[in-house]
């Protein structure tokens, strides 16, 4: 168990396997947001998609430590995926803040991630696999 994530580690799978979940997650949110389209008051969710995914990818700049509470924060990196309530007025309707074309434009930019992000990791693992049994083709 401990060899797997040694090797896995030392690949990109970790952050491959974050981009499915997290294409997973706002998969749910963007249907749920969809099935809500008709409902008064319902306020549209979203998830901090990008920035999750930049945060596998871009160090901070500083990395501190608040030792006294007069100290300014220093924003530490996002360890998950974040959803949160969009700020957005209300659609045409007058019933909800929900737009059925941008939810719908969503849903298929996340399929698209989701397609690209299962072709690169099932890459990592064929050439795993490749690399255990020695044969090239």
Not at 50 to 66: A, C, M, N, Q, R
Not at 70 to 78: Q, V
Not at 120 to 132: A, E, P, T, V, Y
């Amino acid at each position: 168990m401990l060899l797997d994530k040694v090797i896995f580690n030392k690949t990109k799978v970790p952050v491959l396997n974050a981009v499915l979940d997290v294409t997973q997650l706002r998969q749910r949110v963007i249907a749920n947001n969809i099935a809500n389209v008709s409902t008064k008051g319902y306020r549209k969710q979203d998830v901090r998609f990008i920035e999750y995914l930049k945060s596998f990818v871009e160090k901070p700049p500083v990395e501190g430590k608040t030792t006294d509470p007069s100290h300014i924060t220093i924003p530490k990196p996002i360890d998950k995926p974040v959803v949160f309530e969009a700020e957005t007025g209300l659609n045409d309707s007058g019933l909800n803040n929900v737009d059925i074309d941008r939810e719908m434009a969503d849903l298929a930019e996340n399929h698209l991630f989701f397609n690209a992000g299962q072709r690169l990791i099932r890459g990592q693992f064929d050439s795993l696999r490749k690399s255990i049994s020695g044969r090239v083709s």
